[in-house]
Nanobody, 117 residues
Framework: QVQLVESGGGLVQAGGSLRLSCVAS????????MGWYRQAPGKERELVAI????????RYADSVQGRFTISSDRGQNSVYLQMNSLKPEDTAVYYC??????????WGQGTQVTVSS
């Protein structure tokens, strides 16, 4: 089992910045990737950014490319999402995700990000 705890959401004006944090605990040695997803009201959950553990491979949704940056700490049990130039359409609940080597997904509780125009 992997437990994920997120923090850092909130309310920000358009053009502003927020930084989300996620700390993993439990069976963290089996994690192969960590990332962020988001779900806006009435929409499906979508990938925002993902980082493969142990290398520098990252992937971003086209809608956030160049504005958001995913990173991890040295121990790779924490992942961060720096969000710059936020837009109202970035408003959503953001979820931290960890995928294990057996392709099992674990999710955090979600943190609300609201961008006002």
């Amino acid at each position: 089992q992997v437990q994920l705890v997120e923090s850092g959401g909130g309310l920000v004006q358009a053009g502003g910045s927020l930084r989300l944090s996620c700390v993993a605990s439990g069976s963290t040695s089996y994690i192969k990737a960590m990332g962020w997803y988001r779900q806006a009201p009435g929409k499906e959950r979508e990938l925002v950014a993902i980082k493969i553990r142990g290398n520098f491979n990252t992937r971003y949704a086209d809608s956030v490319q160049g504005r958001f940056t995913i990173s991890s700490d040295r121990g790779q049990n924490s992942v961060y999402l720096q969000m710059n130039s936020l837009k109202p359409e970035d408003t959503a609940v953001y979820y931290c995700n960890a995928r294990t080597v057996w392709q099992r997904d674990f999710w955090g509780q979600g943190t609300q990000v609201t961008v006002s125009s």
